[in-house]
Nanobody, 119 residues
Framework: VQLVESGGGLVQAGGSLRLSCAASGSIFRFNAMGWYRQASGKQREWVASISSGGTTNYVDSVKGRFTISRDNAKNTIYLQMNSLKPEDTAVYYC??????????????WGQGTQVTVSS
């Protein structure tokens, strides 16, 4: 399984970014997917996840601002990030589970993409 993130960058507070994660090497539509982030000097934090059936979950700090979605035809998930805040600055990682439900562990990880939000 390979996961490749893209779409990170530098944005001003209040701006938007859309991250993408292209997956290969699995029957994508059967897998739950997620986004995590790790800020400098902090532990990796779960951000959002989406089940094989499309059920989504979010950490409280991004609810109403971030949207996770999937396109099974393109083997890709997205994270639309709006109203970005400086505290959203982190390396964002895509993750895939071998299972379709979001409460199962994530088994595969991408290399990460940097998101920097300036104040």
């Amino acid at each position: 399984v390979q996961l490749v993130e893209s779409g990170g960058g530098l944005v001003q507070a209040g701006g938007s970014l859309r991250l993408s994660c292209a997956a290969s090497g699995s029957i994508f539509r059967f897998n739950a997917m997620g986004w995590y982030r790790q800020a400098s000097g902090k532990q990796r934090e779960w951000v959002a996840s989406i089940s094989s059936g499309g059920t989504t979950n979010y950490v409280d700090s991004v609810k109403g601002r971030f949207t996770i979605s999937r396109d099974n035809a393109k083997n890709t998930i997205y994270l639309q990030m709006n109203s970005l805040k400086p505290e959203d600055t982190a390396v964002y990682y895509c993750a895939q589970s071998r299972y379709g439900v979001t409460d199962a562990p994530f088994d595969y990880w991408g290399q990460g993409t940097q998101v920097t939000v300036s104040s």
